[in-house]
């Protein structure tokens, strides 16, 4: 089985109610929702929640939430592995053996369902022995490039040593979207997702990549998705 989480906490701080506020008329999670269905069964999808009026707004699109996730796994030290772990549990538990795990954030609505199956494909058709599969998009902020530290002295020095002079001649550097994470769940039952050391990418536009964190990012993807047409 695959299992697809979606996972939507109650307590969000930077925008409250993040994942049932109206992004553009319709409740953000529902754009992940939407793009979850056309790709797999509704008994595949997880939606991991610690709030009831998440779950009514979720069960109002006719999908069924399985639990209530534990009041431990939905504070501020919660973390995304936990909560998979905890979902992998409660299906097994159920005899229903849970081969690979999807992981789709609310905050991606841009990300939608041939996104999805893309990636998905690449990664079940890869010739790589692969523990994680990770939407990226190519970074604005290159480490080569425009990226610094402060050293001991209060200098500040580049973030990667590079002796180039223009943009085109560094590294091209991938930054995690966090619009998909596609695990083998045999790995995440062997080690820790930081200790993973076999990872691929799948690359996703800039548009397509937007990651909803503060209101200024609402802003932008309401307006994106305001003018879709134009």
Request: neutral net charge; hydrophobic residues 40%.
């Given at each position: 089985?695959?299992?697809?989480?979606?996972?939507?906490?109650?307590?969000?701080k930077?925008?409250?109610?993040?994942?049932?506020?109206?992004?553009?008329g319709?409740?953000?999670?529902?754009?992940?929702?939407?793009?979850?269905?056309?790709?797999?069964?509704?008994?595949?999808?997880?939606?991991s929640?610690?709030?009831?009026e998440?779950?009514?707004?979720?069960?109002?699109?006719?999908?069924?939430?399985?639990f209530?996730?534990?009041?431990?796994?939905?504070?501020?030290?919660?973390?995304?592995?936990?909560?998979?772990h905890?979902?992998?549990?409660?299906?097994?538990?159920?005899?229903?053996?849970?081969?690979h795990?999807?992981?789709l954030?609310?905050?991606?609505?841009?990300?939608?369902?041939?996104?999805?199956?893309?990636?998905?494909?690449?990664y079940?058709?890869?010739?790589?022995?692969?523990?994680?599969?990770?939407?990226?998009?190519?970074?604005d902020?290159?480490?080569?490039?425009?990226?610094?530290?402060?050293d001991k002295?209060g200098?500040?020095?580049?973030s990667?040593?590079?002796?180039?002079?223009r943009?085109?001649?560094?590294?091209?550097?991938?930054?995690?979207?966090?619009?998909?994470?596609?695990?083998?769940?045999?790995?995440?039952?062997?080690?820790?997702?930081?200790?993973?050391?076999?990872?691929?990418?799948?690359?996703m536009?800039?548009?397509?990549?937007?990651?909803?964190d503060?209101?200024?990012?609402?802003?932008?993807?309401?307006?994106?998705?305001?003018?879709?047409?134009?």
């Open positions: 089985m695959i299992l697809v989480i979606i996972p939507a906490r109650g307590g969000s930077g925008i409250l109610k993040k994942n049932i506020k109206l992004l553009n319709k409740p953000l999670i529902n754009y992940t929702i939407e793009a979850a269905r056309k790709c797999f069964e509704d008994t595949q999808i997880c939606i929640t610690d709030s009831q998440i779950i009514k707004v979720v069960e109002k699109t006719g999908l069924k939430v399985p209530i996730r534990p009041s431990h796994l939905a504070n501020d030290q919660a973390t995304s592995e936990s909560i998979i905890h979902a992998i549990e409660f299906y097994e538990a159920k005899g229903i053996h849970v081969e795990v999807i992981l954030q609310p905050t991606s609505p841009l990300r939608n369902e041939i996104h999805i199956k893309s990636a998905l494909y690449q079940l058709k890869s010739d790589k022995e692969i523990e994680m599969l990770v939407s990226v998009k190519i970074t902020s290159n480490p080569y490039y425009v990226l610094a530290e402060e002295s200098y500040l020095i580049k990667k040593i590079s002796n180039a002079t943009r085109q001649d560094v590294p091209i550097v991938y930054e995690y979207n966090g619009a998909i994470y596609i695990y083998k769940t045999e790995a995440l039952k062997q080690k820790s997702i930081k200790d993973f050391d076999k990872i691929v990418k799948y690359e536009d800039a548009i397509s990549s937007v990651d909803i503060v209101p200024l990012d609402w802003n932008w993807c309401e307006y994106l998705l305001s003018n879709t047409n134009k």
